[in-house]
């Protein structure tokens, strides 16, 4: 069961952002350039909290905690190979 609006807050890192629109330019054959008009990060920041996003620096939650899951998996199957048999 995915939780609801009410449940959590969504997260997501502005840069993600902030590179997801300098490629879709630079597909549409434009060529963006970094810092001519300042810091992308703000109005990116901005974008999100008008969409009901928190920008976060550590980036999209579920995607997050997904990583933890699975590098702890990965820490236990390591820690399983490398136990010494008597």
Known sequence: MRPTH?????????????????SH??????????????DPGKPAA???????????????????EQRKQRLAEIRAAFEMSHVESP
């Open 46 to 64: 901005e974008l999100l909290r008008a969409l009901g996003i928190t920008p976060a620096a550590e980036g999209n939650r579920m995607e997050s």
């Open 6 to 22: 009410s449940d959590h807050q969504e997260t997501f890192n502005p840069w993600s952002i902030v590179n997801l629109v300098f």
């Open 25 to 38: 330019l630079a597909e549409e054959g434009l060529h963006p350039v970094l810092g001519e008009a300042g």
